[in-house]
């Protein structure tokens, strides 16, 4: 009975989809579940693969292989390929496809209608039940005034909305967001990324983001798989793939951490300034992944050579040079009252121990 709920719950399973665009390998093996409501982001760096696995979810490419569910019903295999516009997805592209000689309300009216409706008709439908539906959404996402505004009179976060607005009008079982803030300016995107949160909140739809930014992944997602390489290395909730990666790729991916590598010379042991740990059996190489929020100044700890300081508002990041030549950046409060400069030693502690991971 567990199974049968669980298998109910899922709302998109992908399983080992892969696709060659030409000579690179652009989706190795994109597995995983999304759950009913759910937001999920797909995180990694540039060209790993990211937004042709959306490209495959939204059906405008057939995978070389693999499958992929909607609920129980598959929408692509070796022997199935649902077309796009059979989907029920809604989608809000990087540069957000708006129509510049329609008006907002046209726009979203369009999404409603999809290619059905003809363009030229609009004025024959304004007590059509489009616009009706348009307009819920426009007074949704905040933008009930603006519905005779051209494309062009918007701004670049008022823009997004529009986008967003008109893929979740025809409400859709899945919507696909494919870095929905990269166009726009730091300030602006951390409240947009907000304001989008509540929207698809408020919405209920099932939401599949791919960015490259962690700190917007883990602000928005319930969940995250991280992708390399066109394979998912790691899903889990943000504190997981922060504090517990799976392996080397997510920890150099997340957290700023500090990653030193030490070849092992007693069996079983290393020693270095800060610590002596356990190595697996056999292991000759190690990689530690160091968060340097769990390192400490203090007079007490090891020595140690302040090299460099970057200031980033909150806090400071301060560069330290070991006894062992091994370099590992530590992050203080700005406000600290012990001042710290280029040139002082000082002494550090380890407030939680290094991942470990073999770099055999």
């Not at 598959?74 to 000689?101: C, N, T």
């Not at 009179?153 to 979740?168: I, K, M, T, W, Y």
Request: hydrophobic share 40%; charged share 25%.
């Amino acid at each position: 009975m567990k199974d049968r709920q669980n298998k109910t719950n899922i709302a998109l399973r992908a399983d080992k989809l892969a696709l060659r665009l030409g000579s690179v390998q652009a989706v190795t093996d994109l597995s995983l579940d999304i759950k009913q409501g759910e937001f999920f982001a797909i995180l990694g760096p540039s060209g790993c693969g990211k937004t042709t696995s959306l490209r495959l979810i939204a059906g405008l490419e057939r995978p070389d292989s693999g499958e992929l569910h909607f609920g129980q019903k598959p929408i692509a295999s070796d022997s199935v390929f649902v077309a796009p516009q059979e989907r029920k997805i809604g989608m809000v592209f990087q540069d957000y496809a708006l129509f510049p000689h329609m008006t907002v309300l046209e726009n979203i009216a369009y999404g409603v209608g999809g290619t059905r409706i003809d363009p030229a008709a609009w004025g024959k439908k304004k007590k059509g039940k489009s616009n009706i539906i348009a307009r819920q959404y426009l007074d949704l996402v905040g933008l009930a005034s603006f519905e005779d505004r051209r494309i062009s009179d918007l701004s670049g976060g008022e823009q997004q909305r529009v986008a967003l607005a008109r893929a979740l009008a025809p409400q859709p079982d899945l919507l696909l967001l494919d870095e929905p803030f990269s166009n726009l300016d730091p300030v602006l995107r951390v409240s947009l990324r907000e304001q989008v949160r509540r929207i698809v909140r408020t919405a209920g739809v099932t939401t599949l983001m791919v960015t490259h930014d962690q700190e917007e992944a883990m602000a928005m997602a319930d969940r995250i798989g991280f992708m390399k390489d066109g394979q998912i290395r790691q899903v889990g909730v943000a504190e997981e793939l922060f504090t517990r990666p799976s392996d080397i790729s997510v920890a150099e991916f997340f957290g700023d951490s500090n990653i030193l590598k030490y070849h092992v010379s007693s069996p079983k042991t290393l020693n270095w300034p800060l610590a002596t740990l356990s190595v697996p059996d056999g292991v000759s190489t190690v990689f530690l992944v160091i968060s340097p929020d769990s390192l400490e100044i203090t007079p007490e700890g090891v020595d140690g050579l302040v090299l460099d300081l970057q200031y980033f508002g909150y806090y400071r990041k301060i560069l330290i040079e070991l006894s062992d030549g091994h370099r590992i950046h530590v992050r203080r409060p700005a406000f600290s009252s012990v001042s710290t400069n280029i040139g002082d030693r000082v002494g550090l502690i380890l407030n939680r121990d290094p991942i470990v991971f073999s770099a055999d």
